[in-house]
């Protein structure tokens, strides 16, 4: 197909002609449809629209698609400066500037970690009604006990809150216990966040895991994608060596297994 816009084909070489191939008409109408989609959800502005356009607040063509990418990439600068700038709060963690509050992990004898109050409070409702409980009579709780975590998990569970981000290497180690931290005191943000990780690195070894953590922070989404990939990799799943442990420990969670793994195969006989 001799294609106006992705022939290899000089200009000057070329025959007058107005045609594009299949992929670049594909190409330019997803292009329109998600700047349509995005003006509708109002994540792009109007105002770029040509003046020689009719007023209409619907794309139709490809005029001011370089407008808009520039217009996002502004956006993205900005937002990534709004960042760095709210970053600056995650040095005074890691600097313990002005900290007013320890924090003590459960299990192993390791030292507290300083907060401060103010962060606990903004970031998790259940932080914020346990300190506001210290009354005023009673002298201010000097520290918060999170009894099923570890230091590592607890420092990696502040820096998140501090920053909203976590290295990857130590968001793999701790997302399980980091995503039943977001449940237990109520962060929807650190839910989210650990969330999309485990759907994105969802595997045969980490599935049963997923599931069991889905079920415990009764978390319908990410609950269905990891019995969807069980029941698509059942055998590999089944003989794996954790399975028999999972098994004793959930065995509600094994009944639900074997029902729907036996209900795909009956849909697939039918199809
Ligand atoms: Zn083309």
New binding site residues.
Partial sequence: ?D?S???SLPVILRPPRNT??A??YDGAKCVINLINKLQNDHKLPTHNVSPVSPPSSSCKTLTNASKWIIDLKNREEELEEKIDFLGEFAAAFRHRIHTDIQLKPGFDASPSISAHRALLATRSEIFKNLLESDGCKAAPMESIMLPEMSHEELESLMELLYSGDLVEEKLKKHVYSLAMAGDKYEIPYLQKFCERYMLKSLNCGSALDVLEIAEVCSCRALKESAMDFIVRNMEEIVFSPGFEAFALKNPHLSVQITRASLMDARKNREN
């Fill in positions: 197909m294609c816009i992705c022939s594009i191939c992929s670049c």
